[in-house]
């Protein structure tokens, strides 16, 4: 008989949380409604009611310091603490954070966390069902949020930012090689787009792409598909026999070795590089990533904006009329433990609606969210504006399409993180592609028959 493994420290965390339902949710004066317990014979007054918000992002990427006092105005007995799980924002350490604080008697009301973070915690406990608080909100799930966020079959949490991916390109140097802002593309034509954009030898070598060593550029191509785009099927299941994973790595090693349009990959891990500075410091030409670039592509109090940027649509399949991409939520949840259950969905509830679009910083889960406006929103909020072309983004925006987003399962990381040795080796070349494939394939099947009940 096969026996699940349990990390000690989620073990431990079923067991606090369990002990802490046992024990019930009192605490204070304040009730669930917020309200004090006051003199027969007299009214009500609100007592104050203090929220802490723990998150991994920064106040410089989600501007909470813009959010939450409009917030505060809506609802003078709530005050919201921002309590930030890392200082760098970084998630794997925010997240670790997460589950001590989970595990003791620190104070969690709101928390947001990763899309990938979401489901392993969900099914612990963790988070408070909000299936009968949107019932009494008397509104429907499906009519007002883009993505399902249900885990055995509730709803653990409402999803705040919405990542898409596309490229990012250097509009000038594309005017200096003849080429026009790609508007209906593919990854024949990213190709053959890196292979112009790339100039001179040496240090000061110019690339025509920058592909960085995160597992999502491994699985470029599988992202483009419409459902399936990941390195997991919907089901669960391993996804490395899509003959786009193997295509994808084939093109990865062909653009640095042959073409030499990017960055070998011994250089992105001995020199460790980053692929901010090597966009923003003019290195590379073009850019795959992820939506939360609007904004700093005009510029950052680190590095600023030299040049303009235009954006294109993720390539498309061959034969596929549309371009997709993959959207990773942001998930924000009310903790099981929090004494003030029903004001922290208040807060869930506002800021995952008109709430987020205050910030102007990402852009929204939210269906009702008027997306051509929030990129005007977002736009304007970087430090130069003039930095960022406005119409090849609203075209990119508007022009592709989300690929289905089912909740990760709570493995994904884990099934992710096997893929990067495997694929390293044959980018190396120190094993071939259909060893690669098979590897892989194994070993996501394992960290799968390892998670399963």
Known sequence: MKIKKIPSLLLS?????????????GGGSTSESGQAKNEPGKEAAPEQIVLKLSTWQTDAKAQWSKIIPEFEKKHPNIKVELDLLNEKGDSV????KLDLMAASNDQLDIVELPYTNYSQRADIGLFEPLDSYIEKD???YEDEYLVDT???????ALPSS??????????????????????????????EYAKKLTKGDGAEKRYGAYLHNWPDYFQLQLMSKPSDNTFLKSDGTSNA??????????MMKRMMYEDKSVNPYEDIISQKLAYRNQYFNGLAAMLPMGDWMVAESGGTEAIPATFVTAFAPLPKLEGESKHYSPVQPTY?????????????????RW???????????VFSGWAKSDTDKLVDTIVNSSIDPSKIDIESLKYTINNTIPGSAPVPVKYADEAKNVVIPEAELYILNNQDLDQTIDSIDQKITEVVNNNQN
């Not at 067991?15 to 024990?23: F, Y």
């Not at 991916?165 to 990854?187: Q, S, Y």
């Not at 949840?333 to 807060?347: I, L, W």
Request: glycine content about 10%; hydrophobic content about 45%.
């Open 241 to 250: 026999k899509d003959p786009l994973l193997k295509a994808n790595l084939e």
């Open 162 to 191: 919405m990542q898409r991916w596309f490229v990012i390109m250097n509009k000038a140097m594309l005017e200096e090689a003849g080429l026009p802002v790609p508007t209906d593309w593919t990854w024949a034509e990213f190709e």
């Open 332 to 348: 924000m949840a009310v903790a099981a433990k929090s004494k003030n259950k029903e004001a922290a969905y208040q807060f869930v």
């Open 93 to 96: 350490a925010a997240m670790q």
């Open 13 to 25: 965390l079923s067991l606090a949380l369990a002990v802490t339902a046992c024990g019930g949710g």
């Open 150 to 156: 249900k885990v055995n079959g509730k709803i653990y």
């Open 138 to 140: 008397g509104y429907k």
């Open 351 to 361: 800021y995952t609606s008109e709430g987020l679009e205050i910030g102007g910083r």
